[in-house]
Nanobody
Framework: QVRLVESGGGLVQPGGSLRLSCVAS????????MGWYRQAPGKQREFVAQIFGGGTTTYQNSVKGRFIITRDNAKDTVYLQMNNLKPEDTGVYYC???????WGQGTQVTVSS
């Protein structure tokens, strides 16, 4: 059974930082590519970042230079370090295995003063 469990969300002021984690089980973590998506209220889910098995990363333009996606293959975990957060980063953040229909339950990130 595939499980993707996110954690690390919360309430943070603009300019602050958060680190999200996603622990995977039931999949071949390496070499699976892993990604983060987010969904703001009233909007469609959108791509944020992804990391492939070899370590190649891609980002949505609006988060480039602020967010960093990494993975720890020994822990079957993918991370999303989010810096200089803005109110428009608010939403539910989801972890996914690339090219699959496997998603986590999501973790809420709220950026507000």
């Amino acid at each position: 059974q595939v499980r993707l469990v996110e954690s690390g969300g919360g309430l943070v002021q603009p300019g602050g930082s958060l680190r999200l984690s996603c622990v995977a089980s039931g999949i071949d973590f390496p070499p699976s590519g892993m990604g983060w998506y987010r969904q703001a209220p009233g909007k469609q889910r959108e791509f944020v970042a992804q990391i492939f098995g070899g370590g190649t990363t891609t980002y949505q333009n609006s988060v480039k230079g602020r967010f960093i996606i990494t993975r720890d293959n020994a822990k079957d975990t993918v991370y999303l370090q989010m810096n200089n957060l803005k109110p428009e980063d608010t939403g539910v953040y989801y972890c996914t295995q690339i090219y699959s229909n496997h998603w986590g339950q999501g973790t809420q990130v709220t950026v507000s003063s």
